[in-house]
């Protein structure tokens, strides 16, 4: 979705062309005696100097910085997307299912020497909600411009549009190097599924017990019991989960273990 948005916004990208600060069409206007053909095919022909195929029609000194929102925009679908996926990493390192690259001789916290922080997702994230913020400087200025501009229009422009650009660079990098390096466990990611995989399997077996003729709502009811029971067993006495033993020795499941 980020692509297609930056696709869509590449596409349809435009040029002030030669609308400028003191007039500059209507003083084309003026020397091609008022052909408004000649002046249009002068933004034509910019537009074609650098590479875009189109021009705002209408303009005061500036060009609409609506523009420039749309542009944080899209940047900042980047930043959401890439503080998600951080965000995931760094839950999945947590649960030791994967870790992000580690350097040898990398220190993975100056506190404790045993951790691994997930540096590079959390740096992600920082850079991610810099640029989110960011997007409000395009919007405040879009919303306040004056009938040509005030002074406030470019300062902040030169700083939040570059520095945007620059961060989702950064985070782009960040992005390569985690998912070019990530290290899995598959034995752990194993034993994490079949751990909740009762819990995951409960939407088939009632099912099934369905099909041999019972009562949905009646199932429904007692798997909920049966796991509110398993999951007290696991939380508060540390044993392994019993959910589908529980299950097969209710009769009106009428089914097996196996």
Same mark, same amino acid.
């Given at each position: 979705? /980020?692509?297609?948005?930056?696709?869509?916004?590449?596409?349809?990208?435009?040029?002030?062309?030669?609308?400028?600060?003191?007039?500059?069409?209507?003083?084309?206007?003026?020397?091609?005696?008022?052909?408004?053909?000649?002046?249009?095919?002068? /933004?034509?022909?910019?537009?074609?100097?650098?590479?875009?195929?189109?021009?705002?029609?209408?303009?005061?000194?500036?060009?609409?910085?609506?523009?420039?929102?749309?542009?944080?925009?899209?940047?900042?679908?980047?930043?959401?997307?890439?503080?998600?996926?951080?965000?995931?990493?760094?839950?999945?390192?947590?649960?030791?299912?994967?870790?992000?690259?580690?350097?040898?001789?990398?220190?993975?916290?100056?506190?404790?020497?045993?951790?691994?922080?997930?540096?590079?997702?959390?740096?992600?994230?920082?850079?991610?909600?810099?640029?989110?913020?960011?997007?409000?400087?395009?919007?405040?200025?879009?919303?306040?411009?004056?009938?040509?501009?005030?002074?406030?229009?470019?300062?902040?422009?030169?700083?939040?549009? +570059?520095?945007?650009?620059?961060?989702?660079?950064?985070?782009?990098?960040?992005?390569?190097?985690?998912?070019?390096?990530?290290?899995?466990?598959?034995?752990?990611?194993?034993?994490?599924?079949?751990?909740?995989?009762?819990?995951?399997?409960?939407?088939?077996?009632?099912?099934?017990?369905?099909?041999?003729?019972?009562?949905?709502?009646?199932?429904?009811?007692?798997?909920?019991?049966?796991?509110?029971?398993?999951?007290?067993?696991?939380?508060?006495?540390?044993?392994?989960?019993?959910?589908?033993?529980?299950?097969?020795?209710? +009769?009106?499941?009428?089914?097996?273990?196996?």
């Amino acid at each position: 979705m /980020d692509y297609e948005e930056i696709e869509y916004l590449l596409s349809h990208k435009r040029l002030l062309g030669q609308k400028g600060t003191t007039g500059t069409q209507a003083s084309f206007m003026e020397l091609f005696d008022g052909d408004a053909s000649k002046a249009k095919e002068i /933004d034509r022909i910019i537009c074609d100097k650098l590479g875009y195929k189109d021009y705002f029609p209408v303009s005061g000194q500036t060009y609409t910085r609506k523009y420039d929102t749309r542009v944080l925009q899209a940047l900042v679908g980047i930043a959401q997307s890439a503080h998600k996926f951080s965000n995931d990493i760094r839950l999945l390192q947590h649960m030791k299912e994967i870790e992000e690259p580690f350097e040898k001789g990398q220190i993975g916290s100056s506190a404790m020497a045993y951790k691994r922080n997930p540096m590079r997702s959390e740096r992600m994230a920082a850079l991610a909600n810099y640029v989110i913020c960011d997007a409000m400087n395009p919007a405040l200025t879009a919303s306040t411009q004056w009938f040509e501009r005030t002074l406030d229009d470019s300062a902040n422009k030169r700083i939040s549009i +570059p520095e945007a650009f620059l961060a989702i660079d950064g985070i782009l990098d960040l992005y390569l190097n985690i998912t070019d390096g990530l290290v899995v466990y598959p034995k752990v990611i194993e034993s994490d599924l079949l751990k909740e995989l009762p819990f995951m399997a409960t939407e088939n077996i009632m099912m099934d017990a369905v099909k041999a003729g019972g009562d949905r709502q009646e199932l429904h009811e007692a798997i909920r019991e049966h796991s509110m029971e398993a999951t007290k067993r696991i939380k508060q006495e540390g044993k392994e989960n019993d959910l589908i033993d529980r299950i097969a020795n209710d +009769p009106r499941f009428m089914m097996s273990k196996e």
